[in-house]
């Protein structure tokens, strides 16, 4: 398990080290809510970080918009280089509400625009968050919205290991179950393709392509490489492979639903024909 690692020439000075002491002696206590003062360009910033380092917790940082929680996102990177720091905002670029105007009768369809890197970068604090504990999450107040159940998100995921028995179409219906989508032309983030013994896909968190060697239905070589280049970065024993979309629902709890929504159709269309 990797741990929380300062790197920094600054150490904390004048009240920094009192408060840090304060900060971590009342976290370890269970005290819930704290209050660390500062102008700006005091430290504060620093003065949390090594209260991160102090107390081995995954954290969760939240900003009042996209850019500050970019900067800080920066900051901290650069004094926790080798662990995991990420940047979790709303994907929109653009954004209307679908809206109705009675006087001119006038019907506004709702319009999005999502922004792909975000959304990758969004992925990839999810999936951090999943696989360590060294984590801190730079956000803005968007995090406090629904992106689906976490629990579906990690009940869907499954597993590739060298050496193992995984058959051909097993493994497609699980890439399916994941929302990933076939695509044999273009590979991107979220989709995959199949050649011969050979099964390609760019996870929703990457921006690096997994390719799947296989034997008959074993799994012989699993390797990482940069895409478009080609170009190998890691040979892997074993990979979890992560849906493709936030919002994922197991088969078991879909048709559960259906079966509601069925019943109370039943039931609302036998009250309107008794009202005739």
């Known amino acids: 398990m990797n741990k929380f690692a300062l790197q920094s020439r600054f150490t904390p000075r004048g009240d920094q080290p009192q408060a840090v002491q304060h900060l971590t002696s009342n976290l370890q206590q269970n005290i819930k809510h704290q209050t660390l003062w500062g102008v700006t360009g005091s430290g504060k910033t620093f003065t949390i970080a090594n209260v991160v380092q102090n107390v081995q917790r995954p954290t969760l940082v939240i900003a009042?918009?996209?850019?500050?929680?970019?900067?800080?996102?920066?900051?901290?990177?650069?004094?926790?280089?080798?662990n995991a720091v990420h940047y979790f905002v709303s994907y929109y670029d653009y954004y209307q509400p679908e809206a109705y105007i009675p006087v001119t009768d006038t019907y506004i369809e709702k319009d999005s625009s999502i922004n792909d890197e975000i959304d990758r970068l969004r992925h990839a604090a999810t999936h951090a968050l999943l696989t360590r504990c060294d984590v801190i999450i730079v956000a803005s107040v968007s995090c406090i919205y629904g992106i689906g159940s976490p629990e579906f998100y990690r009940s869907e995921n499954f597993s590739l290991r060298v050496g193992e028995a995984m058959p051909r179409n097993d493994l497609l219906e699980s890439f399916q179950k994941q929302q990933f989508n076939r695509n044999d032309l273009e590979l991107k983030r979220g989709t995959f393709r199949?050649?011969?013994?050979?099964?390609?896909?760019?996870?929703?968190?990457?921006?690096?392509?997994?390719?799947?060697?296989?034997?008959?239905?074993?799994?012989?070589?699993?390797?990482?490489?940069?895409?478009?280049?080609?170009?190998?970065?890691?040979?892997?024993?074993?990979?979890?492979?992560?849906?493709?979309?936030?919002?994922?629902?197991?088969?078991?709890?879909?048709?559960?639903?259906?079966?509601?929504?069925?019943?109370?159709?039943?039931?609302?269309?036998?009250?309107?024909?008794?009202?005739?």
């Open 64 to 82: 009042h918009n996209k850019t500050l929680a970019a900067q800080l996102a920066d900051e901290f990177r650069e004094v926790f280089p080798d």
């Open 194 to 276: 199949v050649k011969g013994d050979t099964l390609e896909f760019m996870p929703a968190y990457a921006d690096t392509t997994i390719r799947v060697e296989f034997f008959g239905d074993m799994v012989e070589k699993i390797t990482e490489y940069s895409w478009p280049s080609g170009e190998v970065i890691r040979r892997m024993e074993e990979l979890e492979v992560y849906p493709a979309k936030h919002f994922i629902t197991p088969e078991v709890v879909m048709k559960r639903a259906l079966e509601q929504i069925k019943h109370d159709l039943d039931k609302r269309l036998n009250e309107l024909k008794r009202q005739g």
